[in-house]
C-alpha cells in the first residue's frame, strides 16, 4: 500500500510562485513514476507534470510547460512541482499520483495507481 501526502498548496497573487510537495510511504519509491495532476470546479482531472523513477525522463502539459518544474528526491521519497508566473487559471485542486507497476510516466490519470488527497492552490488575478 502506498501513501502520498501533498502539501504546500495556499492563495497566491497572479505572477507568484509556489512549490508543492508529495511525500511517498510504502512501496519502492525509486522504482515508480511519479506524476501531477489537477481539478479546477465542474472541470476533469488533466494532467500537469510527470517524472520517470530516475528522473530521466519528464513531461510537461503545454499549459504550464516553461512555468512548472518538475523534481524528485529518491532519498527523501518526494516529488515536487515547482510553480512559477502562476496564473488565474492554474487554480485548482493540485494531485499526486503513483504509477507503481511501471518507472516511466503517463500522461494517462488512469495509469496511475494510487493518489494523494490533493491541495488547493488558489491564484488570484
Known amino acids: 500500500q502506498v501513501q502520498l501526502v501533498e502539501s504546500g498548496g495556499g492563495l497566491v497573487q497572479a505572477g507568484g510562485s509556489l512549490r508543492l510537495s508529495c511525500a511517498a510511504s510504502g512501496g519502492i519509491f525509486s522504482s515508480y513514476a511519479m506524476g501531477w495532476f489537477r481539478q479546477a470546479p465542474g472541470k476533469e482531472r488533466e494532467f500537469v507534470s510527470a517524472?520517470?523513477?530516475?528522473?530521466?525522463?519528464?513531461y510537461y502539459a503545454d499549459s504550464v510547460k516553461g512555468r512548472f518544474t518538475i523534481a524528485r528526491d529518491n532519498a527523501k521519497n518526494t516529488v515536487y512541482v515547482q510553480m512559477n508566473s502562476l496564473k488565474p487559471e492554474d487554480t485548482a485542486v493540485y494531485f499526486c499520483?503513483?504509477?507503481?507497476?511501471?518507472?516511466?510516466?503517463?500522461?494517462?490519470?488512469?495509469?496511475?495507481?494510487?493518489w494523494g488527497q490533493g491541495t488547493q492552490v488558489t491564484v488570484s488575478s
Open positions: 499520483a503513483a504509477r507503481i507497476y511501471f518507472g516511466l510516466p503517463s500522461r494517462n490519470p488512469n495509469e496511475y495507481n494510487y
Open positions: 517524472i520517470s523513477w530516475s528522473g530521466d525522463s519528464i
